[in-house]
């Protein structure tokens, strides 16, 4: 009988541990999915497409690191030949990206040589496909795309001008990623933000925008 009682309580001791370790891996599972969704879920609460529905809000989550908070905001000024198309994302630890497209007389040569390409400089990564130009550089957390533009309503005395949608990105703060990996989330970025002015733009020639540049 004592052997009986022994065993009885040894099993009811062995019960009560696995049921606490139970509930405390059932609290502590609970803890770290409120700590988620309280301190780090702020990006994934964006839109799935973000910058007025133009791009993929993957790439921000690809770049910024994970925040309590986030939001994005658009503005949008003039149109036509005058347009500007900003859009950015912020979040509560202060990591950033920010993106300015605009529609301006600039020829691709111009805007190449501004960036230095092709004059020696090591400093920056080109790519381009279809006329579509873009760059990064490697000494800041920018990258920038140009596409050729004929806007509506051009005055006479620019007929003769080259005109473009220009978009420029920069990332701020505390990043996910560096080097190639970043420049290239951000020419991805300023991509999507370009096709999408160059829409708004109605920029009088037919393009169809590969679905994405090649990569560097």
Not at 4 to 21: D, F, H
Not at 46 to 67: F, N
Not at 113 to 118: I, K, R
Request: proline share 5%; net charge negative.
């Amino acid at each position: 009988m004592p052997n009986i009682r022994e065993q009885i309580v040894t099993q009811r001791s062995t019960k009560g541990i696995l049921l606490s370790l139970t509930a405390l891996c059932l609290a502590g599972v609970a803890i770290w999915v409120g700590y988620v969704q309280f301190f780090t879920n702020g990006l994934e609460s964006l839109p799935t497409k973000i910058c007025d529905g133009s791009v993929d809000r993957g790439l921000a989550t690809q770049v910024l690191p994970p925040a309590r908070s986030a939001e994005e905001g658009v503005k949008r000024q003039n149109s036509g030949d005058d347009l500007t198309f900003y859009c950015h994302v912020d979040t509560s630890n202060d990591s950033s990206l920010w993106s300015e497209a605009k529609v301006q007389p600039l020829s691709k040569a111009d805007w190449l040589e501004s960036y230095g390409v092709g004059g020696g400089n090591n400093r920056i990564i080109h790519t381009s496909v279809d006329g579509i130009e873009a760059v990064a550089k490697l000494d800041t957390e920018h990258a920038a795309v140009y596409v050729s533009c004929s806007p509506p309503g051009v005055p006479s005395y620019n007929a003769s001008e080259d005109y473009a949608v220009t978009t420029r990105v920069e990332a701020n703060g505390d990043l996910n990623v560096t080097g190639t990996a970043l420049r290239q989330v951000l020419t991805d970025f300023a991509y999507q933000v370009t096709k999408h002015t160059y829409e708004l733009a109605e920029c009088k020639e037919p393009r169809d925008f590969p679905d994405q540049l090649p990569r560097y």
